[in-house]
Nanobody
Framework: EVQLVESGGGLVQAGGSLRLSCAAS????????IGWFRQAPGKEREGVSYISRNGGPTYYIDSVKGRFTISIDNAKKTVYLQMNSLKLEDTAVYYC?????????????????????WGQGTQVTVSS
């Protein structure tokens, strides 16, 4: 059974940093790309970042470029999202997810409908 477990969220002041973790199990970790999404109250789930395996591309939405960094530790089967210079608008529940099929393109990765497995989410709240 595929399991994705996010952690690392919390309350942080604007300008601060957090590192989110996504611990994976139940599948061949090395074979799958991973996406990070977020959902703020009253808003649609939004793709934040995506990391490909085997030297493939990494993507970020424009609003987090230069502030967020996605990375993988294969030995720990964990995907990280380092978030720096946090802003009020980064407040949301953050989720990691597995694509339903093969690698997603730059036009596909932001669409939450292209993912089949999700974690339970971790809350990030940025205060002024």
């Amino acid at each position: 059974e595929v399991q994705l477990v996010e952690s690392g969220g919390g309350l942080v002041q604007a300008g601060g940093s957090l590192r989110l973790s996504c611990a994976a199990s139940g599948f061949t970790f090395d074979d799958y790309d991973i996406g990070w999404f977020r959902q703020a109250p009253g808003k649609e789930r939004e793709g934040v970042s995506y990391i490909s395996r085997n030297g493939g591309p990494t993507y970020y939405i424009d609003s987090v470029k230069g502030r967020f960094t996605i990375s993988i530790d294969n030995a720990k089967k964990t995907v990280y999202l380092q978030m720096n210079s946090l802003k009020l608008e980064d407040t949301a529940v953050y989720y990691c997810a597995l694509p339903s099929g093969s690698r997603l393109t730059r036009w596909q990765w932001t669409n939450h409908r292209n993912y089949g497995s999700w974690g339970q989410g971790t809350q990030v709240t940025v205060s002024s």
